[in-house]
């Protein structure tokens, strides 16, 4: 499941917008929006390098090094698109998680 953790900061943005961006993103990497997780997090202040969106995301090491590329650049295209943003408002970091790193529902989840 990609997990992201948007943080956004001196933009406003809709509900309805955030959801649009979530189906689209879900829609281009062929996965259910069951199977991803997108948080939106408003920024109060930040300081020293500045970015409109900053987000971790975190990947299953289950996906090959083609499909992590591609699932970041998708992210990176759909925000964007849809918050109206240039190449230099959006900075993505992603941890890969190891089977067995995750916990849902009580059980450790493993792949």
Do not use: H
């Not at 941890?95 to 989840?109: A, D, K, L, M």
């Amino acid at each position: 499941m990609p997990i992201a953790n948007c943080y956004i900061n001196r933009i406003s943005v809709s509900i309805e917008q955030l959801e649009a961006l979530t189906k689209e993103w879900a829609d281009s990497i062929e996965v259910g929006l069951k199977d991803i997780c997108l948080s939106f997090i408003d920024v109060s202040f930040q300081t020293g390098q500045n970015y409109k969106v900053m987000v971790n995301l975190f990947l299953p090491t289950l996906w090959d090094k083609t499909s992590i590329e591609k699932i970041q650049l998708s992210l990176d295209k759909v925000l964007k698109q849809n918050l109206n943003l240039e190449d230099e408002d959006v900075f993505i970091i992603t941890t890969t998680i190891p089977s067995g790193g995750v916990t849902e529902n009580g059980r450790i989840i493993k792949w």
